[in-house]
Structure formats: C-alpha cells, structure tokens
C-alpha cells in the first residue's frame, strides 16, 4: 500500500467520556489512528478497552468528546447529527453482533431496503452474491442459519458501496465453522471492493486473516502492527 495516500479516517486525541450523573467513564482517551482505503483491519482489545466506542464513532453513530476527526478530508467531528446521518447513509456499512433483519421481509427484500435509498447500489441479488447467498434470496430470515443472516446483513451492508465497512464482533454469536464463513465473505467483499474493512473483536484468531491488526487498552491504542502474510479465513478456527 502507498503510505503517502491520504487516509480515509484520521483520528488525534479523540476522546470520548460518557457521563452518568456524577460517574464519568473516559471510554477513548486519546486515539491517534490513519486508516486507509483497501485495508482489512481487525482492532483487538479486551472487554471495556473502548473498541465499539471508536467504531460507533468513526461510523458517525456518535459524538467524540473531544480531539479531531476526519474522514476524506472532512472534519467529521464538527458534523451535526443530521451531517452524521447522511454521512453514515452514503458511506458506511455497518455489521453488528446481531444481524437486525427484518423477518416479514426476504433476504433480497432486506437488502434492497438499503438499495431503494443509496445514490449508487448494487442490484440486490448481486450483493447476496458476493456472500453466495443467491440461490437463497427468497427465503426469510426464520429459513436461515444464524450465519447466514449474517451474510444477509453483510450483503445489505455492502449493497450500497460504501467505501468503509464498520463490523463490530460479526462472529460473536457465531461457532467457529460459521464464523470462518462469513469471514471469507468479508475477505471476498474486500477483494472485489476497495472498502476500508474494520473488524473489532474480542477473538485473537480473527488477527491472522488482517493485513493491519490494532490493539486497544484502556482507551487507547496501544499496538498497530502490519501482517505481511494475511492468512485467508478458512485456515482459522477457535
Ligand atoms: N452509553 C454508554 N454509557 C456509559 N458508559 C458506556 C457507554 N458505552 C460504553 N460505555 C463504557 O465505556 C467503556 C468502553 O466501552 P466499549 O463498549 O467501547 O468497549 P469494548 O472494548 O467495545 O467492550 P466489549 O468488547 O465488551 O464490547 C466501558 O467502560 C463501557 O462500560
């Protein structure tokens, strides 16, 4: 990768207290962080150490209490919650733990939710493609495995073209064959994409599928090593 290329996100000093009453709990405590386009990274990091909480807020789903952000040039911590509503509308993909399909609709009507609204989306069967789902567009999320919805909800995240893909723990509720299936539909997607893809997980096994692996303490970065052999999905287990 061009080191000199501009980063999609930069990060410096952000910070993030939550406050409860009288309890402040200071969840980021200075992130200084590039991430660049085309890479697949996975952020490590105990319970607590503040990894969902960069993730939610360098996908816009909220504030930093203090520090700068930017993404592609953009200071995206002066965004206003609407500014952060389209930037999260056009931009990122987002995966979660729980994949949040809607049952009532099929795996291709639960994408094309996303399509109907996006400036430049894939065909819905062509996202569930990337995942190898097509044969299974028509089949409601009850008619799924549980990894399967997750592929589903990769396809919806994708189906828009974002240029950044937002996964927090997308195997956590997976077993370790499942999981390394929807790995390998992550590692597909970032090969046929030129998505930034960042996967936050408390599984150290999921590191040797990245090419750049981050490690969160205490609310701050603490470790951002290169792999230079990224290993492909199915030679993990755990
Ligand atoms: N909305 C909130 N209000 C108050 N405190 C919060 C809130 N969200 C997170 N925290 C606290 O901020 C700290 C960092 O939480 P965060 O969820 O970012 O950690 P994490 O590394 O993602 O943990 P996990 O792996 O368990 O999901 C924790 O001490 C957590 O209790």
Redesign the pocket.
């Known amino acids: 990768m061009d080191d000199s290329a501009s980063p999609i996100f930069s990060a410096r000093g952000l910070s993030k207290t939550?406050r409860?009453g009288e309890t402040e709990?200071r969840?980021l405590r200075g992130v200084d962080l590039d991430l660049f386009a085309g890479e697949f990274v996975v952020l490590l990091?105990?319970?607590?150490?503040?990894?969902?909480?960069?993730l939610n807020i360098l996908g816009g789903l909220d504030h930093p209490s203090g520090g700068q952000l930017s993404c592609r040039g953009r200071q995206l911590s002066e965004f206003d919650d609407a500014g952060l509503t389209e930037f999260r509308r056009r931009e990122v993909g987002f995966v979660f733990q729980f994949y949040n399909l809607i049952p009532s609709l099929t795996a291709e009507e639960n994408v094309r939710l996303v399509t109907d609204i996006a400036t430049q989306p894939m065909a819905p069967i062509e996202a569930l493609r990337l995942v190898g789902l097509e044969q299974r567009a028509e089949h409601f999320p009850a008619q799924l495995s549980g990894g399967e919805q997750q592929r589903v909800a990769i396809a919806r995240a994708i189906a828009k073209r974002p240029a950044i893909m937002l996964c927090d723990e997308p195997t956590g509720a997976l077993d370790s064959k499942t999981g390394v299936r929807v790995l390998q539909s992550l590692q597909h997607i970032h090969r046929e994409t030129d998505a930034l893809v960042l996967i936050?997980t408390?599984n150290a096994a999921i590191a040797a599928i990245a090419d750049r692996v981050l490690q969160?303490s205490d609310g701050r970065v603490v470790s951002d090593q290169r792999n230079s052999a990224p290993q492909p999905a199915d030679s993990v287990s755990w």
């Open positions: 939550y409860m709990v969840a990091g105990a319970s607590g150490s503040g990894k969902s909480t960069l936050i408390h969160m």
